[in-house]
Structures are given as C-alpha cells and as structure tokens.
C-alpha cells in the first residue's frame, strides 16, 4: 500500500487524506458520505490534496459529464444514449445507491456479454434494493442457462429461493416450478417438486387472474407421474402397482378438488374438464364449493376489472380492493391482495404498515410476519414506524438479542428525515433492553447493557443528530427523564436520577414549570422530603411560564411536611417571586401599550398622508388634459383605499375644475361625452349617472353582510347581472354594487351584499373562481381606512410537512395532469396551481398530501424528475416569512435612486431623469400648494420640489430666513 502524508480535504478542510490501495480517499465519516471517493482519481504519487477540479476532470475524460456543484456525489443527469460500463462503474463508486444507474449497467454488461462482471452487479443490487420481476427472471434465465452440473442446479435453486422473497410474482414462481421438474429424475426429485408446487400454491394460489397457471401445471405434473405407475397395456397390475396408482389418481382427485374451491378465473373450464376426467361424475360436495367459489368470483370480479383497465401503480384501485377482501374476512386472500398491490407500490410506507399491522394482529405466524416486516424496511428504509415495528415484532417472536441489535443498527443508518425520528427508534430499542433485564438481581449483564445503551444514545443524539438537523430532536430530554425514572423506581439509586435531573434542567428546562414538577413527583415517590423542598424552592427561583402554580406546590407541600421556620421561608420566597413577575409583567404590558400607542400613531400618520396625497392625485388627475386614465392606476387601487369617491371629495374635484385656468388659452372647454375604448351601452345603462362617480358610502363597505370582489376584466359583460348569478347559490343577493369611473368605465371591482350574514361564508368559497378567463378575488367587506394592514391571505405561511411545493412546472400543465403525477405517491387531497391577477400560471403549485410520510415520499421521487423537458423542483411546502414592510414616509437608502419627480399638470413626462444636481434638489412636500389655490400653469417648472415653482413660492417663505430649529422641524417632518 503506498504511503501518503496526511493532506488537507477540499471538502471538510481536515488532514485526513490519506492512500487506500493507492487511492488517496478522505476518512472522515462525513466527507465519504458526501463524496464517497472509491476510485482512482489521481496518480499513485499524488501527494496533494483532492480538489473538485480533480473530480471533475476524471469525470469528464470517462463519461462525458459532471458533477453538480455544491452537491459532492450527485452526477448531473446525462442522455442514456451516451452511457457506456466505464460510465456506470464510475458513477456507482461515487453514489452506491443509485438505482437507474444499477439498471443501465446490468443492461450493458448482459449486452457486452461479460458474464461474470454482471453476475457481480446483479449480485451488488440485490444486496441494496428488492429487485423488480424482470430483474429476476432475466437473471434467473441467464443462470440456468450456465447450468452444466448438479452443484450448478443447487446455485440455482438458492437463487430462486432468494426471488421469491423480495415479492410475490405469479411468474416467478411458474419459472421455479418448470426448473424444479428438471431434477426430478434425482433422487428425491418427485417429492422436491412437489414440496415447491405446494409452496407456490400458497403463496400464489388465490391469485384471481394468474393463480390458476400454478394449478394447471401442478395437475400436469401429477398426469405425467401417473403415466408412469401404470401397467403396460394387457397386463395386470400388481398389489403395489395398484396401491400407487390409486394413491396418484386420488393426488389428481384432491388437486381439481382444492382448485375448484378457489375462486379464479376462467373455472368453468376446469370444471368441465374435471367432469370428462372423472369416471364417476363430479360430487356433490365438489359442486357446492365450485358454486361457492364462482360467487365469490362474481364478487371480485369489479375489482379485478378496475385492476386492468387504470394505469400502474393502482394504488387506489388496490386500496379499494383490500378494503373489500378485509370486510370478507379471508386472512389467506387478504394477504395475497397485499402482496398484489406491494408488488407494484413498494415504495408506499402507509401501505407497508397497514399490511404488516394486519400479520401482527391477525395472523401472528412467525415467519410470515418477519419476512414481510423485513422486505418492509428494505423497500422503505426511510420510514422509522417501520424499523419500529420491526424490533417489536422481533421481540413478540422471540428473536435472539444479536438479530434485534443488527436490525436496530441497520435503522440508525437508514438516513430518517427528522430529527426527532431517531429519537423514537433509541426509545424502542431502550424499551426492548429494558424487558430483558431482571430488577431482582443487584446487578445483572442486562442491566450494565441498558445503562451503556442509554449513555450511548445521548452521544449519539448530541453529536450525529445535532450535526446533521441543527437539533437533537428532543428538547424535553425525554430519553433522560425515562433514565432517572428507571434508575429510581427499579434500580433504588436516586443518586445518578439527580444527576440526571440536574442535566436535563442545564440543556434549557429549567425555566418550564412541568419540568420541575416532573422532577418534584420523582423525589416525592423514591426520595425524601429535603431534596423535594429543595427542588421546589429551585423551581420557584427559575421558572418562568407558571410561577403561581409553582408556587402553590410549595406551599401546600410546607403544610404537609414543614416547621414553622419552612413555612415562613416559603410564604417569603414565594411572594418576593409573585411581586417580581408581577413587576415584570407590568413593565411588559406598558411596552407592549406603548408600542400599541406608537403603531396607531404611525398607522394614522399614514392614513393622514394617503388622505392627503390621494386629494392630490385627484387634483391632478382633474387638470389634466383629454379623459384618458392610466391602466397601472387601476391596478394599483384597492378597494378599501379608492374604491369610492366621496361626495365632499367629488364636489371639491368638480369646483377646482371650474376654476382651473390653462395659461394662453383662456379657461378649458368641458369635455365632450366620448366613449373610452371598452365602454359599453349596458354599463351606461346601469349607471343612472354614467358621467359621474357612484356615491359608495361607508356605511353601505363596512357592512358583515357583504362581500368585495376584485380581479375582474375590466370589459366585463353586464358585471352586476353575471355577478348576482353567480353569487345567487350562496344566499339571497340583495344587492350588487359594481363600481365605474367618471367616464362610465368598470373599474374592475364591486360590492355584493346578501340578505343574511351567513351567505358570506359560503360567497369567501367562490374566491379565485374564473370568471371570463381571470380569477375572481372575494375577500371580506372591511374598511380600510380603520384598518389600514388588513389583508386577506387564505393559505398558511408556516411549514406543513404534508404539503409540498413545485417549481419548474410548464406553463401548459394542468390541474390533471399534475394529479395523474403527484398520486403515483399517495393519496392527493388538494391541488393549488399558482396564478398572477390575470389567470395566467406561473408554473408553481401547492399540492397536500394525506400525511407526511407521502409527502416525503413524492420530494424524495419527484424532486429533480422531467415533465414536459422541464425539470421540476420539489420540496415540503415552507414559504419565506412576510416581513411587514413599513409604509410610512420611505428613507433613502446608500446606492437607491433619486425621489420620485412630482407630477405637474401635463401628467407624466417621457424622460424620468433629473437634471438637476443633488446638491440642489429639494424633496416635495405634499402640503405645498399655489397661492391662489389653483394649479400652476403649464409652462411653470417644477425644479424647486412644489407644484408652484419659483413663482408660486409664498412670501413669507422669500422674506424671512430659516433658523436651526426650522431646518430641525423640517427633518422631523420627513
């Protein structure tokens, strides 16, 4: 082995490198995890560290591709087209569990011909995964291909005994029965293949629609047998001769018997052949089971016909299925319609549990139990209730400790997804040590295990867990707390369950209430009265949730127990601790008061300045010329910010027009009636005044009984008239307000109220309906100018693990086809597909999950697969928090642009640049008005920041100069 000096890792930044068979590898755990560096990647002598550049160019010269960045074993996904054995060898020393890859070298080696080469890679993934059917078949026919000898045949029998464990195939079990009657001719070959075919007939015997090819060739068998203890033609038999005869004929009787009590398909024609078989006819107790059996055929037939006309995996069809066969009540046909649906969702956790709780509680036999627990936890090794109930039924079934230990290590490298999973698997294994141990003895070997198992188990949590989630995933130390308890109640050493105690109270449980009494109730059953009093006086000092309760258990323990001194010491400590909450509280109730007093001030500060700006924009918006109105405009209004104009506000707009002057050209004419592009006659018809703004009062917004709605097109077809149909079904709709401009224009929103409140409940339903190709926003009628942060957001914002989010998805993908492609995961129970204001998608979606575990399932599946050439992002639905912008008067920031120019009467200009030096500007203020009150005329610049110009600039403002503290108010102001 050539000798390398320790080098510093690229990717965990440690002296660790070092030459394993001339390959220099990182030994550190976590960085093989990450890179799993077993092939050669440099030359012998190579004394440097490894870098990615290394990786990648070695990756590059044998396969064409490379490693994504950041990831350290992912292989970029490449055209199967191009991959070839140096590729997929290459591939699996970096990433072992690579399933596709496994695929696509089995196949290339079978192509090349290296017989050898692909028995070992058959060999290798059968040792990581259950393999398919196919897998099997194509690899048992290879070997029995090879067979020369009779040690071959033995090989190949070992061989199907191990594929006919990972699932139960019709059709492997077929092959197996056809092989085993090539050795009947050995000794022992007859009753061999018997002992097979009986063993397919249980495990395949009940299958509806491929059992019978099992019957079939079972009876074959037994014919040609009988050919064979039958006298030649003319001669009679012997005694013996005739007793084997009689003894096969009566096989072949019991055989067509048992598979007419079956129900399978197509059994009229066995029942036929049965009668021309039979010199004596068919007997009656034969014809009574068959008529029985065709009734159960008639019963199941529905689902075995749903079973072929859906698509793979079925797994609703299946779940139907077994719904069905469990009410029956048959464990045998129970367990085979499992069987059928694992075989073809193997990946199904809530399937796995559901199957083997079933063995656990119905059935109970052994072997049967174990193996199907075992291929559980080998088909979903990421599924701790699997692994735990795996280790319980190795202790119902009397398994020896060395088998619970190595199915227990086996779970904790089986890489859970949270924390708190591995929390739950050291609980089971500690239960299971903890029966084991005789509390009778002083000291047992049991024993010294379980407190070594316990000592291990906070290790493994504090640096493994820690290091890899960020927590220990047991912040109530729950594993210690069972360790004290167990070393008090059984082990009589209070001792180490207060050293314990004293550990759990150091990691942050101090400060909790029941922490302490937990530990109070522990002293008060198996330890004496000082160390209670001292753990509550300790309780009263720390906690922090529930003093008073603490309190009150001090008190009422010093009535039971204390002097007079303990009584007065607790009666002190206990008040000294009620009058500093009390204290504390009161300072936090008058921050939180004055923070409530400054949140209101800045909210009616921006009421204020909304108020005042909106009269500006009206002001404007009337002086300008031609009726034209800005689309962003409308957008950007909400209903409870412009929804209505105000009467006062109207005739204040509508005076302020009649004395506007436009400069040279005298006083402006009054605009002419002209229809705005879009306008049409119905919604002049619904508008008694379509020239002027509706009257929307207050009153008639903040009603409960009424409901806004928004997003609507603004060329919408007789909004008030679809709008009352379509909100009919919910309640009585008493009236329906849409909302137009001055120009008789929908706005794009309205007001509906119903009779009843309750309608409103049922109208909040409706909200992102389409309606004339845009979703249709209804949210609650609240008014926001007494509410100025309502917002109405239906959808949570924390974590849901049982939801998951997709990015990626084509802007052609439907709410169908994304169902047709979550369910092949579990059970989808909603599906949302995001959308802008327009109903366009914006090729994300939301979609939940039954539970958890399917959620999981479809990131580990889904995350990185195709659709339509796009590449899906997937993961547990978790959106960024909504940080609460404020939207008082905004600050400049280092780098940000210039204030926003005010608008003067011409509107918005073509260039938006400043040309005026930073030095010189001035920011607008939006009490700034004319002196006349008028607006300035067109030709007046606006440099100086107000709407007047120099020549509108007040007098007062001229003549008099400013001192510090007018600059000083001027800021504040800003």
Known sequence: MFSVQPQSCSSCNVNCVRSLNHQPVCVQLQCIRKQRLKFHLLPAKWSGPITRSHIDRHYRIHSNVSLSVGTGAVPVEHDKANVNTPCAFLQLSINAFDYNCHVDLIKLLRQEGKLHRLRKARQKMSELFPLTEEIWLD??????????????????????????????????????????????????????????????????????????????????????????????????????????????????????????????????????????WADDGVPEMVTRQYRRALQQLEKGKPFEEALLVSEPPKLAEYQAYIDFEMKEGDPARVQIIFERALAENCLVPDLWIKYTTYLDRQLKIKDLVLSAHERAVRNCPWTMGLWKSYLLALERHGADHQTVTDVFEKALNAGFIQATDYVEIWQSFLDYLRRRVDFSKEWSRELDELRAAFARSLDYLKQDVEERFSESGDLSCTIMQIWARIEALHCKNMQKARELWDSIMTKGNAKHANMWLEYYNLERSYGDASHCRKALHRAVQCTSDYPEHVCDVLLNFERVEGSLEDWDAAVQ??????????????????????????????????????????????????????????????????????????????????????????????????????????????????????????????????????????????????????????????????????????????????????????????????????????????????????????????????????????????????????????????????????????????????????????????????????????????????????????????????????????????????????????????????????????????????????????????????????????????????
């Not at 379509?690 to 806004?708: A, G, M």
């Open 573 to 974: 400590k206990t008040e000294t601790k009620i009058n500093r909450v009390n204290e504390q509280r009161a300072r936090v109730a008058e921050k939180e008061a004055l923070q409530a007093r400054q949140e209101e001030e800045k909210a009616e500060h921006r009421r204020k300045a909304k108020a005042d700006k909106k009269g500006q924009k009206k002001s404007q918006k009337v002086n300008r010329t031609g009726d034209k109105r800005k689309a962003d405009d409308e957008y950007e209004e909400e209903w409870g910010e412009d929804a209505g104009i105000d009467e006062e506000l109207f005739n204040t707009a509508t005076e302020e027009l009649m004395e506007t002057e436009s400069g040279l050209f005298g006083r402006r004419a009054p605009p002419r009636k002209t229809e705005p592009p879009g306008f049409r006659k119905n919604q002049r018809a619904s508008s008694e005044a379509p020239q002027q703004p509706q009257d929307v009062s207050k009153e008639q917004r903040i009603d409960e009984n009424c409901v806004f709605v928004s997003n609507l097109a603004f060329n919408l077809d007789d909004p008030e008239g679809k709008l009352r149909a379509l909100f009919q079904g919910c309640g009585t709709v008493q009236q329906v307000r849409p909302v137009f401009s001055m120009n008789g224009v929908f706005r794009g929103y309205c007001y509906v109220q119903f009779e009843d409140r309750l309608a409103v409940p049922e109208a909040l339903k409706l909200d992102r309906k389409e309606v004339d190709g845009r979703p249709m926003y209804v949210s609650p009628c609240v008014d926001k100018n007494k509410n100025p942060d309502f917002k109405v957001f239906k959808y949570k914002t924390a974590m849901e693990k049982h939801k998951i989010f997709i990015s990626g998805l084509p802007y052609t993908c439907t709410k169908e086809t994304l169902e047709d492609l979550c369910k092949q995961h579990g059970t989808v129970k909603a599906i949302r597909l995001v959308t802008n204001r327009s109903g366009k998608p914006k090729g994300l979606a939301y979609v939940e999950y039954e539970n958890e575990a399917q959620a999981s399932q479809a990131v580990l599946k889904m995350d990185g697969s195709m659709l339509e050439n796009f590449t899906l992002s997937v993961a547990i639905s978790n959106p960024p928090s909504r940080k609460m912008e404020d939207k008082g008067v905004p600050s400049r920031l280092l780098g940000a642009a210039m204030p926003r120019q005010p608008q003067g009467a011409r509107g918005k200009g073509r260039t938006q640049i400043s040309l005026l030096p930073r030095s010189l500007y001035r920011q607008s203020t939006p009490d700034a008005k004319a002196e006349n009150g008028t607006v300035s005329a067109p030709h007046t610049t606006e440099t100086d920041g107000v709407h007047g110009g120099p020549g509108t600039t007040s007098p007062d403002t001229q003549s008099k100069s400013l001192s510090n503290e007018d600059f000083a108010r001027m800021l504040l102001k800003k």
């Open 139 to 276: 690899w048992l026919k290879d070997e029995i291909r090879l067979t020369e000898d009779e040690s071959d045949r033995e090989k190949v029998y070992e061989l199907f005994e191990r594929a006919v464990k990972d699932y139960v195939c019709p059709e492997i079990w077929l092959e197996y029965v056809q092989y085993s009657i090539g050795g009947m001719g050995a000794q022992g070959g007859i009753e061999r293949v018997r002992s097979i075919f009986e063993r397919a007939l249980t495990a395949v015997g009940l299958h509806m629609t491929k059992g019978a090819s099992i019957w079939e060739a079972y009876r074959e068998f037994e014919i040609v047998i009988l050919s064979t203890v039958q006298p030649p033609p003319g001669s009679a038999p012997s005694q013996e001769q005739q007793e084997l005869l009689n003894a096969q004929l009566e096989r072949i009787h019991t055989l067509f018997r048992r598979q007419l009590a079956v129900p399978l398909m197509d059994m009229e024609g066995t029942y036929a052949e049965y009668s021309d």
